[in-house]
């Protein structure tokens, strides 16, 4: 079992390794309620944190205050060091980039970021070959354009969600739902 060692008047670790006896019993002199100006105490964690949403918190880990001095329930006459696991809020600009990030997964079933570029080029192509050289697009470049501006639609729609949940980002809106995901098929030979 982990140990630590202290010393009793400034709380200060002197030594962090297994607890010097391993049925737990105190360490002459250096018990609970000894007088040596160090005491050994077994090591507890207080480590139950629940379910989170890791893009909104994060674990942070402390030890004990100072004036914590209490008797281990488990082993009569040595102390515990207790280290604490708690939830801590992200900063506000993490939680921005975790909610641009789940908006980016919902972009990417509707149409992967590879096929969104290939079709904004075919697109982009056929409204400059109509605009400089005014020719009429062909049918494959009319259905990547209507392929394009179905997929664009879906995106601004997601786009318009993400500033939704910015307005409440510190109520912690669900970065799972509302987002448009319906995958956008194909429709070229």
């Known amino acids: 079992m982990e140990g630590v060692k202290i010393n009793r008047a400034t709380r200060d670790v ?6 010097p ?12 309620n000894g007088t040596n100006p160090e005491e050994w105490l077994i090591v507890v964690y207080d480590s139950y944190i629940g379910d989170y949403d890791q893009r909104y918190k994060q674990i942070v880990f402390t030890e004990d205050e100072p004036a914590d001095r209490i008797e281990h329930p488990d082993y009569p006459g040595v102390g ?8 801590q809020d992200l900063n506000t600009d993490e939680k921005l980039i975790n909610l641009e990030n789940a908006e980016q997964i919902a972009n990417e079933q509707i149409m992967p970021g590879y096929k969104q570029f290939k079709f904004m080029m075919v697109a982009l192509g056929a409204l400059l ?12 470049e ?3 354009a209507g392929y394009v501006v179905r997929t664009a639609n879906k995106i601004l729609q997601n786009y318009v969600i993400r500033k939704g949940k910015e307005q409440n980002i510190e109520q912690e809106p ?13 429709d070229l030979p």
């Open 129 to 140: 070959k109509k605009v400089v050289n005014n020719v009429q697009p062909d049918a494959n």
């Open 174 to 186: 669900d970065m799972d739902a509302d987002w448009i995901t319906e995958f956008e098929p194909e």
């Open 142 to 144: 009319i259905k990547a």
């Open 80 to 87: 515990q060091w207790v280290k604490h696991y708690r939830l």
């Open 21 to 32: 006896n391993l049925e737990g019993l105190p360490i002459p002199g250096f018990e609970f």
């Open 14 to 19: 002197i030594k962090r390794e297994n607890y």
